[in-house]
C-alpha cells in the first residue's frame, strides 16, 4: 500500500527519541519472500548517534528467522486506535501457519528498504541493520541493530517531540503491563532541579 | 535509613513486570566506600526466570567504575513525587566532586544486599549482579544483570501488577520525554483479539 498520510522522516539524530519513554513495539521482517511480525515490550534506545536500538526477540517465533536471515528488522510503536492488532500478532504464531497480515487484515508499507514492512496504522517506524553478535543472541534472545531510516505521524511527533497533549487519544503509544492491558502516556510533568 | 514503610517483596519471577512499561530508572551502585546515583531511560527487562535486566550506562559516567568494581547495579523506579531527584542525578557529575545525596538531600536504605543503595522515595527497586561481558559494555555501553531481589512499593504495586489507576497520582512512574519533561502511565486499556 501506499504511504500513510501523515508520515513524516525524523532526523537520525532524533530517532532515539520516539522511544525513549518506554513504548511497546510491533518487530517485523521479511525474508525469502516471507515476512511477519510480532509485539515487543522489551526494547530500547542503544545510542544516540548513529542511533542504535536493542530488542529482545525469542528464539521459538517465527519473525527471528527472517531478522537472522535477511539481517533487517523493523520497529513500529503502535497506538491506541491499533491496540487490539498489538495484542493478536502477540498471540498467535506464524509458525502455526498464519499469515497475521491476512488474518487480522491490517496492512504494510515500505520506507526506505522496500523489503522491510512497516505496519500500518502506528504513530511511529524505525528500520534497522542488525548489528551482528551470534553469541549475544544465541544467549539472551538479544539483538542490536543500527536505525538507518525513522519515521513517525506527525500529528503526534514533530520537531523531536511528542505531543501526545495536543493529539488525539487513539495516536498515544501503548505500554504493557501484562495480559494485553497497556497503559499510555500522559500527564506531561517538568521536573525542577531542586534548590 | 530504614526501610520505606510500604515496601513489599516481589516474587522474581514477576520482576520483569516492574519495567515491563517502560519506565525511567534511577541505577545506583558502591564500591570501596564510594557510593553514587544517575538517571537512565534505556532500561529494560532482558528475560522472566531468573529475571534479568539490560541498561546503558556510559562511560563517562561515575557510577560505571562503582558497577564495574563491585559487578553489582541496583535499579530504583522513580515517580511523579520524586521527579526534581530524577532531573537532579541525571544534570550532575559525581565526577565534578558532588555527593549527589548530600546535595539533593535524598536517602537510600538497603535491601537485601547491605552494600547496595536503594534509593528512598522511588516506587520499585530491583537489586542486580552484573552479568560480565567487557566486550558488550567496552562497544554499547551496555550492561546486562540478573535481578537477585526486588521490592516495591506495595500502595501502587502488588499481585504481579501496578495499580496506577487506584493509587494517588504522585507515585506513578517517570517516562523520560526530553530535557527534564516526563510522563506518566495512565487510562488503561484492554485490548481484545480481533474478529
Known amino acids: 500500500m501506499s504511504r500513510p498520510p501523515h508520515l513524516a522522516p525524523v532526523d537520525l539524530p532524533q530517532a532515539y527519541r520516539l522511544m525513549n519513554h518506554g513504548p511497546t513495539v510491533l518487530v517485523s521482517a521479511s525474508y525469502e519472500g516471507r515476512r511477519n511480525v510480532m509485539a515487543a515490550a522489551w526494547a530500547m534506545p542503544l545510542d544516540f548517534d548513529p542511533p542504535k536500538v536493542a530488542v529482545v526477540v525469542d528464539k521459538n517465533t517465527f519473525t527471528r528467522g527472517l531478522i537472522e536471515g535477511s539481517g533487517r528488522l523493523a520497529l513500529s510503536l503502535p497506538c491506541r486506535d491499533n491496540a487490539d492488532i498489538c495484542l493478536a500478532v502477540g498471540s498467535v504464531s506464524a509458525k502455526d501457519g498464519v499469515d497475521k497480515f491476512a488474518r487480522f487484515g491490517f496492512a504494510s508499507f515500505s520506507g526506505q528498504d522496500p523489503a522491510l514492512p512497516l505496519i500500518d496504522g502506528c504513530v511511529a517506524w524505525l528500520e534497522c541493520r542488525v548489528l551482528p553478535d551470534a553469541p549475544l543472541a544465541a544467549r539472551h534472545d538479544l539483538f542490536l541493530a543500527e536505525v538507518t531510516a525513522a519515521w513517525a505521524d506527525c500529528r503526534v511527533f514533530r520537531q523531536g517531540r511528542w505531543h501526545f497533549d495536543e493529539a488525539t487519544d487513539g495516536l498515544r503509544t501503548l505500554h504493557h503491563l501484562a495480559g494485553g492491558a ?14
Open 182 to 195: 497497556f497503559f499510555s502516556p500522559a500527564d506531561l510533568l517538568q521536573a525542577r532541579m531542586p534548590g
